[in-house]
């Protein structure tokens, strides 16, 4: 038997269920899983959980234009310790993500820059060049209402054929589901009154519509954040969804004002409740972080103008190991809804231990909590809504069968590449 490059032993999952066995890994992806290879380079994690890294289908590196918040070198650098070896970053950046001279300037920046490896969505706009940016986007990107950056389309009309065009590509058409005819413009002071702004009937009115102008299109709801849309999204062909980590913790019972400040807006305790359980009867495709850092001196304006977003690429998985570990959430939900899924939707070789696939590997010691402190975290933001919640980071990070990260520490160069090769 031939040596492989690399092996990693440890607890393994495998096919759904944890498994003692070794992974063998060439040229950085998965060769073979067994219980011995022989490798060159061996590294043996005991009883430790080894699972697929996760991918983050939903940030806001702000690169370019905006990277006094945050920039693709220091926004990578969080995933990787985080856990997140592959992210979609959204196209509301400076200038917008939607035009290929735009696209393919953003992709030269994130190559030279990133940690971990990425797709790039396209912003969906009257007169978009479909054919051309799918050959280079790892899906489109449709903002319904008005929210942070100038995507808002007209209205679902003004992009018709857009739509048409992008279901024919068979990519993706990830929304931003709030309707903004119903949207409402009153000052606010909280949560609670940034929330009657943004009331469910808002984000579940925008999703029946876009659910009938999806016309065909791969349709993937964003950030699902009401009870009223549960419903709406359970059981629909060509459609898949996504929940954020602060929607599942946080409510406007919260007492971080505007730093909880997020679009969706963070709802009553009774929704949360609904998302917790459809989390647990296996509604959502995906966990995705929205990653969108601000700068804390924005933040802290008056309510009414402190921008919406906050950051957590880093600690999406902490936070959600730590739910496996108090038994709210099984290690089967969120390996599916933080690695499988998004690789099989938007159809990677990622997200599983299996032949063939990226060899992006996360080792977690599942009785060790750490308290989450922005001063340990990498954002360039510099604050988190999660101060002081208990989170499980991965002590060691592998990308495509390189070290990155070791005893939580970066080890390895940065060689993050565009999930879609250098076409
Ligand atoms: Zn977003």
Redesign the pocket.
């Given at each position: 038997m031939t040596n492989m490059e690399v092996v990693v032993e440890g607890n393994c999952y495998v096919s759904g269920r944890m498994e003692r066995c070794c992974i063998g890994i060439e040229n950085g992806r998965i060769q073979k899983v067994a219980k011995l290879i022989e490798g060159e380079k061996v590294f043996r994690f005991g009883t430790k959980i080894v699972l697929p890294a996760a991918i983050d289908a939903?940030v806001?590196f702000r690169d370019p234009g905006l990277t006094q918040n945050e920039d693709f070198g220091t926004g990578s650098l969080a995933a990787i310790h985080g856990g997140v070896t592959c992210v979609f970053d959204?196209p509301n950046t400076k200038p917008p993500t939607t035009t290929l001279s735009a696209l393919r300037d953003k992709k030269k920046i994130a190559s030279s820059k990133s940690m971990v490896d990425f797709g790039l969505f396209a912003g969906v706009r009257p007169g978009l060049d479909v054919e051309a940016m799918a050959k280079e986007a790892i899906g489109f990107k449709l903002y319904m209402a008005s929210t942070t950056g100038e995507l808002m389309v007209p209205s679902l009309e003004s992009v018709k054929k857009e739509i048409a065009a992008i279901a024919t590509t068979r990519k993706v058409l990830a929304v931003?589901a709030e309707d903004e005819s119903l949207r409402r413009k009153e000052i606010e002071e909280s949560l609670e009154d940034h929330l009657r702004n943004r009331n469910n009937e808002c984000e579940s009115s925008a999703i029946r519509k876009v659910k009938v102008a999806a016309n065909g299109c791969k349709l993937h709801i964003?950030?699902v954040s009401g009870k009223a849309s549960l419903p709406l999204i359970q059981g629909v062909p060509n459609l898949t969804s996504e929940i954020t980590p602060h929607h599942l913790l946080f409510d406007i019972s919260s007492k971080l004002g505007t730093l909880a400040k997020v679009n969706p807006p963070l709802r009553k305790r009774d929704d949360r409740h609904a998302l917790f359980q459809a989390l647990k009867e296996g509604v959502f495709d995906m966990i995705a972080s929205?990653h969108?850092p601000h700068a804390i001196d924005e933040k802290k304006e008056d309510f009414d103008y402190a921008p919406t977003?906050m950051p957590g690429v880093e600690t999406m998985v902490p936070l959600m190991l730590n739910l496996v570990k108090e038994r709210h959430l099984d290690i089967t939900g969120a390996v599916g809804m933080l690695s499988e899924r998004p690789g099989e939707v938007y159809g990677l070789a990622k997200g599983k231990i299996a032949p063939g696939y990226d060899a992006d590997l996360i080792v977690v010691d599942m009785t060790h909590s750490t308290i989450i402190k922005a001063d340990n975290l990498h954002s360039k933001c510099g604050w988190t809504a999660y101060q002081d919640m208990p989170g499980i980071f991965p002590q060691t990070v592998f990308l495509r069968g390189q070290l990155m990260v070791e005893n939580g520490s970066q080890v390895g160069e940065r060689m993050g590449r565009d999930v879609l090769g250098s076409r």
């Open positions: 939903h806001h959204m931003h964003c950030h929205d969108a977003g």
